[in-house]
T-cell receptor, first 112, second 111 residues
Framework: GDSVTQMEGPVTLSEEAFLTINCTYT??????LFWYVQYPGEGLQLLLK?????DKGSNKGFEATYRKETTSFHLEKGSVQVSDSAVYFC???????????FGTGTRLLVSP | KAGVTQTPRYLIKTRGQQVTLSCSPI?????VSWYQQTPGQGLQFLFE???????NKGNFPGRFSGRQFSNSRSEMNVSTLELGDSALYLC??????????FGNGTRLTVT
């Protein structure tokens, strides 16, 4: 079945450092790909998405490119802030946008 | 616009009991999905309702059920609770074919 693999956390960075969180997927079709973020005590918020190969999703300085050849959707940000500390989830869906398969999540800790 | 509202935020139940969780979607959203989040299994899809019909179902036992009302509000029910049902239950709503908007969840503890 479909699956998503994310790098283990926590990822610990200093403010203004460059961020990469790796995400690879396995799917039989051509899924849509997502990054969601979860702040403590809250639900998930959509960060960005891409629905076809070579699409780049971007939001709030975060970017990810749908790479079909490497089945990857790595999340990047050029300069992280303390307020970016959260858990980041990579997800895919090949049945509309409602039934998502999530990765295990990567906790990001940014220190001043 | 109000977000997805889940009630209650916290719930403590005893093994063998049943529980009902409630979700009010964003106004105009007709699709409601439910997810279970645990440290061990992560985020897992339970089911999705659209216009009062279950449209998709995850791989959970029949003790987990749900329904959707004509105003799109949804409830999920878990019967004969087990310790392993302790989790954060997340509800999400969407306009069809658009990304999910999640609520803050109901944290269920089974003792």
């Amino acid at each position: 079945g479909d699956s998503v693999t994310q790098m283990e956390g926590p990822v610990t960075l200093s403010e203004e450092a460059f961020l990469t969180i790796n995400c690879t997927y396995t799917a039989t079709g051509y899924p849509s790909l997502f990054w969601y973020v979860q702040y403590p005590g809250e639900g998930l918020q959509l960060l960005l998405k891409a629905t076809k190969a070579d699409d780049k999703g971007s939001n709030k300085g975060f970017e990810a490119t749908y790479r079909k050849e490497t089945t990857s959707f790595h999340l990047e940000k050029g300069s992280v802030q303390v307020s970016d500390s959260a858990v980041y989830f990579c997800a895919l869906s090949d049945q509309g946008f409602q039934k998502l398969v999530f990765g295990t999540g990567t906790r990001l800790l940014v220190s001043p | 616009k109000a977000g997805v509202t889940q009630t209650p935020r916290y719930l403590i139940k005893t093994r063998g009991q049943q529980v009902t969780l409630s979700c009010s979607p964003i106004s105009g959203h007709r699709s409601v999905s439910w997810y279970q989040q645990t440290p061990g299994q992560g985020l897992q899809f339970l089911f999705e309702y659209f216009s009062e019909t279950q449209r998709n179902k995850g791989n959970f036992p029949g003790r987990f059920s749900g329904r959707q009302f004509s105003n799109s509000r949804s409830e999920m029910n878990v019967s004969t609770l087990e310790l392993g049902d302790s989790a954060l239950y997340l509800c999400a709503s969407s306009v069809d074919n658009s990304p999910l908007h999640f609520g803050n969840g109901t944290r269920l503890t089974v003792t």
